[in-house]
């Protein structure tokens, strides 16, 4: 039995184990295996000793080795490009599907359950998503795209989506899925960022009844981009035909599967060779290229699955989540290399009604559920009534991630949908780790909104400024170890990623939480220690959000900050600096808000505009967002001699005073 694993842990404890879920669950499992008499000794040996950790996660998982690796780790390189499983030759394609299509116990298993808005629903055998992966594998080399090439996914959650992921990765190329509520300018940034020669997309998608035109949107993207040659394009029945069906850049996706043959050998892969850019936003510049291995995102998803959220074989994961963000991947890779059941939801949570999520567990049995806290505050105006009619006995688990909770929805969401016996997995890391660094505990009792500890693996501390580890008061969330998940740096940037994750401090990786450690040992993230944003849980950096905005020919300069937003936890609020003589009229407000929603989408739309004479800058011409955000919310905002320009911030106070009124 772990330390304290059903004892009290201080005030405030919401969920108990009971001894039946301690000694079911893997992480006990895998102190029995090892012969370790408590959690923290397993913890413990999994940071002391990660070759030993991430080679027995690796037989645990049973990874097929085309060639096995010579050893586990090489870090002589620096700490900073570390690599994994040398020498090994693998593919992550044939790990997801093609390994149990040849296992007569799963290859008629639902691999994926799909459901779209209409109702319609499905689902994919282990041995069809292999004979599928395979045909669009075989159709992508008839294209011409080979070993490295970079695809571009703008999809939503639908099955031809795991189809593509799984094909890209059976014959080495690389996937790049794009969040489907993008602007056309802001697909194409990415893909001439990674040079994608090819776009796969659908022709809509419908939400709330409306059809979305998802193909326009990926042609005129790749027109943009000028280095897309083909889009690849997913029929959709009831979408309208556009009139350059003829286009000889098309290729339609029902022809291309009928055309190929159904059987492929996958491309041995190096386990370090790239497979995933996922892009995620900067506080400065273009979006980063989050690269990812052949084995380390999918690695790292599993493991977090199986230690993290106790996840089983048997077991259906779903995430509402979207492919472009790295919960999209990463639920669809980290079930499928279990051998279980994914289920994949494409519309509105609250269409046709407002309890289609619940209806979902219910209809689908879904073991492991994941919302945001922003669709939990979203849900619960409706109360309770909606879940009643509905059977949601089969949860075991409910997960959480992208954004601080606060208390009122969370024992909403634990109360009500978890019927008060399903643990809340609080569950935080980032793209750049392929995961998680911190979650709560399936042995341990849960503090609502807390995280009981690192997941296994991660050598996660908080530190002060001189890096030194501080308990009782906010730190720094940082990690003192390298792990396969996290990224091989930034698509062509290295000094960005070396700059972005490992300037401040030598060897440490620092993440940009800011993280605080109660009396009894359970962690807390405050918010992001940076100026990246997390609104609806989707975390936003500045940079693009002040391109767009200065893209108005009456703006010469902006800051963009995350305010407070009872729904989405946070919402983007902008500053700009106008030219000498323009009005400053709520006209002009609308113009630049709709101005941002064009170039980036209508997710990234801002919810305010405030006009002020300056923005404040450090002696190097810096903007101070943190001192904007202080300032504006009424809050301390420090020391002002580090600014060239403290007179600025008496603009921004008067904007907070105005908000007021």
């Known amino acids: 039995m772990p330390d304290n694993a059903s004892g009290a842990a201080g005030d405030g404890v919401i969920w108990h184990p009971t001894e039946e879920v301690i000694r079911n669950s893997n992480l006990y499992y895998w102190m029995k295996k090892y012969q370790l008499d408590s959690y923290e000794d397993l913890y413990n040996r999994s940071i002391r000793e990660p070759d030993w950790f991430w080679d027995a996660f690796v037989k645990e998982i049973g990874?097929?080795?085309?060639?096995?690796?010579?050893?586990?780790?090489?870090?002589?390189?620096?700490?900073?490009?570390?690599?994994?499983?040398?020498?090994?030759?693998?593919?992550?394609?044939?790990?997801?599907?093609?390994?149990?299509?040849?296992?007569?116990?799963?290859?008629?298993?639902?691999?994926?359950?799909?459901?779209?808005?209409?109702?319609?629903?499905?689902?994919?055998?282990?041995?069809?998503?292999?004979?599928?992966?395979?045909?669009?594998?075989?159709?992508?080399?008839?294209?011409?795209?080979?070993?490295?090439?970079?695809?571009?996914?703008?999809?939503?959650?639908?099955?031809?989506?795991?189809?593509?992921?799984?094909?890209?990765?059976?014959?080495?190329?690389?996937?790049?899925?794009?969040?489907?509520?993008?602007?056309?300018?802001?697909?194409?940034?990415?893909?001439?960022?990674?040079?994608?020669?090819?776009?796969?997309?659908?022709?809509?998608?419908?939400?709330?009844?409306?059809?979305?035109?998802?193909?326009?949107?990926?042609?005129?993207?790749?027109?943009?981009?000028?280095?897309?040659?083909?889009?690849?394009?997913?029929?959709?029945?009831?979408?309208a035909p556009p009139s350059d069906r003829d286009s000889e850049r098309i290729v339609y996706w029902n022809a291309l599967m009928q055309e190929a043959e159904s059987t492929f050998t996958v491309e041995p892969m190096d386990a370090n060779d790239p497979m995933l850019i996922i892009y995620t936003s900067g506080t400065t510049g273009n979006p980063k290229g989050v690269v990812h291995s052949q084995i380390g995102f999918p690695l790292k998803a599993a493991q977090d699955m199986h230690h993290a959220f106790d996840f089983k074989p048997d077991d259906t994961f779903f995430w509402y989540t979207d492919l472009g963000w790295m919960m999209g991947p990463w639920v669809v890779f980290g079930t499928l290399l279990h051998g279980a059941t994914v289920l994949l939801y494409d519309g509105s949570p609250d269409y046709p009604g407002v309890d289609r999520i619940w209806s979902l567990i219910d209809k689908h049995q879904v073991t492991h559920l994941g919302l945001s806290p922003t669709l939990i505050r979203s849900l619960m105006v409706h109360g309770d009534e909606p879940l009643r009619k509905l059977d949601l006995s089969s949860l075991r688990v409910l997960g959480s991630t992208g954004e601080p909770w606060n208390e009122k929805p969370y024992r909403w969401y634990f109360e009500h949908v978890g019927g008060g016996r399903c643990p809340i997995i609080n569950y935080s890391g980032g793209t750049e780790v392929s995961g998680g660094i911190l979650a709560s505990n399936i042995l341990f009792p849960i503090k609502p909104m807390s995280f009981h500890s690192p997941i296994l693996g991660m050598h996660a501390d908080v530190v002060d400024e001189q890096c030194q580890p501080v308990r009782g008061q906010e730190g720094e969330l940082v990690l003192r170890n390298a792990l396969p998940g996290m990224t091989r740096g930034l698509w062509n940037d290295r000094q960005r990623y070396l700059d972005s994750y490992?300037?401040?401090?030598?060897?440490?990786?620092?993440?940009?939480?800011?993280?605080?450690?109660?009396?009894?040992?359970?962690?807390?993230?405050?918010?992001?220690?940076?100026?990246?944003?997390?609104?609806?849980?989707?975390?936003?950096?500045?940079?693009?959000?002040?391109?767009?905005?200065?893209?108005?020919?009456?703006?010469?300069?902006?800051?963009?900050?995350?305010?407070?937003?009872?729904?989405?936890?946070?919402?983007?609020?902008?500053?700009?600096?106008?030219?000498?003589?323009?009005?400053?009229?709520?006209?002009?407000?609308?113009?630049?808000?709709?101005?941002?929603?064009?170039?980036?989408?209508?997710?990234?739309?801002?919810?305010?505009?405030?006009?002020?004479?300056?923005?404040?800058?450090?002696?190097?011409?810096?903007?101070?967002?943190?001192?904007?955000?202080?300032?504006?919310?009424?809050?301390?905002?420090?020391?002002?001699?580090?600014?060239?320009?403290?007179?600025?911030?008496?603009?921004?106070?008067?904007?907070?005073?105005?908000?007021?009124r």
């Not at 949107?217 to 394009?233: C, G, Y």
């Not at 006209?587 to 808000?593: C, N, P, V």
Request: proline share 5%.
């Open 63 to 239: 990874i097929h080795w085309i060639k096995p690796y010579e050893r586990v780790s090489d870090a002589s390189r620096g700490i900073e490009w570390t690599q994994w499983f040398i020498s090994g030759l693998m593919n992550i394609g044939y790990d997801c599907a093609d390994k149990h299509a040849a296992d007569p116990r799963l290859r008629r298993k639902t691999a994926v359950r799909w459901e779209d808005e209409s109702g319609q629903s499905g689902e994919l055998t282990y041995e069809e998503l292999a004979e599928q992966s395979s045909r669009l594998a075989n159709g992508l080399r008839a294209l011409g795209i080979k070993k490295g090439d970079a695809i571009g996914l703008l999809l939503p959650m639908i099955p031809q989506a795991v189809v593509a992921l799984l094909a890209i990765a059976k014959i080495g190329a690389i996937a790049t899925p794009v969040f489907s509520g993008f602007s056309a300018a802001a697909v194409a940034q990415r893909l001439q960022d990674c040079g994608a020669s090819l776009i796969i997309t659908v022709e809509g998608y419908h939400r709330k009844g409306r059809l979305m035109p998802l193909r326009s949107i990926a042609e005129e993207a790749a027109d943009i981009s000028q280095t897309v040659k083909h889009v690849l394009v997913i029929e959709k029945e009831g979408a």
């Open 502 to 660: 490992w300037s401040r401090w030598p060897g440490v990786w620092m993440h940009g939480d800011a993280v605080y450690i109660d009396e009894d040992g359970y962690w807390y993230i405050r918010g992001r220690s940076d100026d990246t944003m997390s609104v609806a849980g989707k975390r936003v950096g500045p940079a693009e959000i002040e391109s767009a905005a200065v893209s108005h020919p009456a703006v010469i300069e902006s800051a963009a900050i995350g305010i407070p937003h009872p729904v989405k936890g946070e919402a983007i609020c902008v500053f700009a600096v106008l030219k000498p003589g323009t009005p400053p009229d709520d006209a002009l407000k609308d113009e630049i808000t709709q101005q941002v929603s064009r170039l980036l989408g209508k997710a990234m739309r801002p919810d305010k505009i405030e006009f002020v004479g300056d923005l404040p800058k450090n002696r190097s011409g810096k903007i101070v967002r943190r001192m904007i955000k202080a300032a504006y919310l009424g809050k301390d905002p420090g020391d002002l001699t580090m600014l060239q320009n403290p007179d600025a911030l008496q603009s921004i106070q008067s904007a907070q005073r105005e908000e007021i």
